[in-house]
């Protein structure tokens, strides 16, 4: 009998929460009263929710993009894009944008799984990509594009209970969406709201262990 335990992996809870069955979501999950095209087109995107170690444990890495961008300026944002004619998927995009926004050579990402799409506002189906970043990473933001790279426990986004709802007109409706404040960022809107599928996953496996 071995004199020690291999070391606990400390994304287990996440890897068991990705075999879980999952659903799909939307940024209109809390809506009332917005009726959406049946006909609409939604463009496929990816989003990197990449893991690294940290003094409290596994982290999540998050950008908060420029403020001079056209869309969505200041908001904070997991690293991603829409599929390009060159990317073979949701996967590949995540993986392309990730090297482009922040500097994570894909060579150093281990890709855990993925979860159920996400729709949103904006007319794409994102598909989150669950990756361990192997290895230390010293974030290289993209000029023009990332005004700051940053981490959030994942003890954080993974407890509920962080979780809560607020809402702004839109469209001429109130529209109600889940917001994850950690320090001076705003968590909000899709980033939120998959994070809170995560959450939720995570929360569910706990109930049954």
């Known amino acids: 009998m071995p004199d020690t335990l291999a070391p606990r992996d400390p994304l287990a809870p996440v890897i068991r929460a990705l075999a879980r069955p999952g659903r799909p979501s939307s940024d209109y999950d809390l809506a009332r009263g917005i009726a959406l095209p049946a006909g609409r087109v939604l463009r496929a995107a990816g989003v990197l929710v990449a893991f690294q170690g940290g003094p409290r444990g ?3 890495v998050l950008t908060k993009r420029s403020s001079r961008l056209k869309h969505h300026p200041g908001q904070i944002a997991f690293p991603g ?4 004619p060159g990317d073979e998927g949701p ?8 090297e ?6 894909r060579g150093r990402v281990e890709v855990l799984g993925v979860m159920p799409a996400h729709e949103t506002v904006t007319g794409f189906v994102v598909t989150p990509v669950l990756a361990r970043i192997r290895g230390a990473f010293v974030p290289v933001p993209e000029a023009g594009e990332v005004d700051e790279v940053f981490t959030v426990p994942l003890s954080h986004v993974s407890d509920p209970a962080r979780f809560r709802i607020e ?3 839109w469209l001429g409706v109130p529209r109600p969406y889940w917001v994850a404040p950690y320090g001076p960022y705003y968590i909000w809107g899709a980033t939120a709201r998959m994070l809170k599928a995560l959450a939720d996953r995570m929360a569910e496996d706990a ?3």
């Open 58 to 60: 596994p982290e999540v």
């Open 81 to 84: 894009g829409k599929v390009d």
């Open 91 to 98: 996967v590949d995009a995540a993986l392309r944008e990730a």
């Open 100 to 105: 482009e926004e922040v500097g994570l050579a």
């Open 167 to 169: 809402q702004r007109q």
């Open 207 to 209: 109930d049954h262990g």
